[in-house]
């Protein structure tokens, strides 16, 4: 059995358009099961949801209050696991799917048994000729963005490898083996929102799990990243950025790549005093003072069962940062390819 599982927060303007979609699935009903979660919505979601579940289209869980992103999936997905899911696929509110992409998912683990992880081609729901992500890049100070965003896909997209190896797989449209879920767990609470996706395809990979493409598998993902960071935006993405590669890397791996860190720091400051964010990155390092013994469990929870050295783990890690939303002529001419060059050394290191 496969759990779709759609976490809902204010998204009234999307679910019939996503629930439309679910409905032509070219998959037979019995055998899979939609959980939708509502985290307190205030728009008429839930009321909408109740009018699915009295059809029987759905199974719902009514929040009290909002979790963020990880605890309202993990609530679900522990559900999910208990009544014996053996495929968990997540699906944002703002998505919409194609009729065969169960099915292609489906097909991608009986086809990659070692692939714990499986995103599917995600288009964009304006521009569905353009790549929203074909699997997200991971940069190795932790930073993540879209991978292949804007690119325009050319004979249906089957220039687009199937199985293609990933760095990290989307959050808005994923499968997961229960198996593997089981094994390393759900989603890491200490994230809330922003970053939860590239920590679970981490600890899969550490696991001896690999973390793969579907191309034939489409959904469309109606969305766009804010380009303009706001205060709680911002906190969320650098703290957890550190707490990303503080929790992941061994301790060799962080002490070489520390001039690099403090580099990318000063930077951050220059960033955030010019944005007005200065309190906000000075609450991100106290968060690590705060709650060291929380994050410093998590790390010795993953360095206790990984199976695969920083090699490995970073072999497709990204040397530069090419998200287009951040670029600009210093990061470019000068951040870049000094970054490239110091990667280039640190990698014959590790």
């Not at 930077?267 to 410093?296: D, P, T």
Request: aromatic share 14%; charged share 25%; hydrophobic share 40%.
């Amino acid at each position: 059995m496969i759990y779709i599982i759609i976490l809902v927060w204010n998204g009234l303007k999307y679910l019939p358009k996503l629930f439309a979609s679910l409905e032509n699935l070219n998959y037979p009903r019995e055998k899979y099961q939609i959980l939708a979660v509502d985290s307190a919505s205030t728009d008429g979601s839930a009321e909408f949801l109740e009018k699915l579940e009295q059809k029987n289209q759905i199974k719902l869980i009514k929040l009290q209050k909002n979790l963020g992103f990880c605890g309202g999936n993990n609530v679900a997905m522990e559900m999910a696991l208990q009544q014996g899911a053996e495929q968990i696929v997540l699906l944002n509110q703002d998505t919409f799917v194609e009729p065969d992409f169960l099915l292609a998912l489906k097909k991608a683990t009986e086809t990659y048994p070692s692939a714990g992880v499986v995103q599917p081609l995600i288009l964009h729901y304006q521009e569905p000729h353009k790549i929203q992500t074909w699997g997200n890049d991971l940069h190795y100070l932790g930073y993540g963005w879209s991978g292949g965003n804007g690119v325009e896909l050319k004979n249906g997209g089957e220039e687009i490898r199937e199985g293609k190896k990933i760095p990290y797989a989307s959050g808005a449209a994923v499968l997961y083996q229960a198996e593997m879920l089981k094994k390393i767990g759900l989603f890491d609470e200490n994230y809330f929102a922003y970053h939860e996706d590239s920590d679970l395809s981490l600890r899969a990979k550490l696991a001896g799990y690999e973390v793969v493409l579907a191309p034939q598998a489409v959904v469309y993902h109606d969305y766009d990243f804010p380009t303009e960071k706001n205060k709680i935006r911002y906190f969320w993405n650098e703290k957890n950025r550190l707490y990303l590669i503080l929790k992941f890397y061994h301790f060799k791996t962080l002490l070489l790549i520390l001039p690099m860190m403090i580099f990318m720091d000063l930077g951050q400051i220059v960033f955030a005093i010019k944005k007005g964010y200065f309190l906000e990155w000075l609450k991100v390092r106290g968060w690590f003072i705060l709650y060291g013994r929380q994050w410093w469990r998590a790390r010795k929870k993953v360095q206790e069962n990984r199976k695969i050295d920083d090699k490995k783990l970073t072999s497709d890690f990204a040397s530069e940062i090419k998200y287009q939303a951040v670029s600009n002529l210093l990061l470019d001419k000068i951040g870049n390819p000094i970054m490239r060059v110091y990667w280039k050394i640190v990698r014959k290191i590790i």
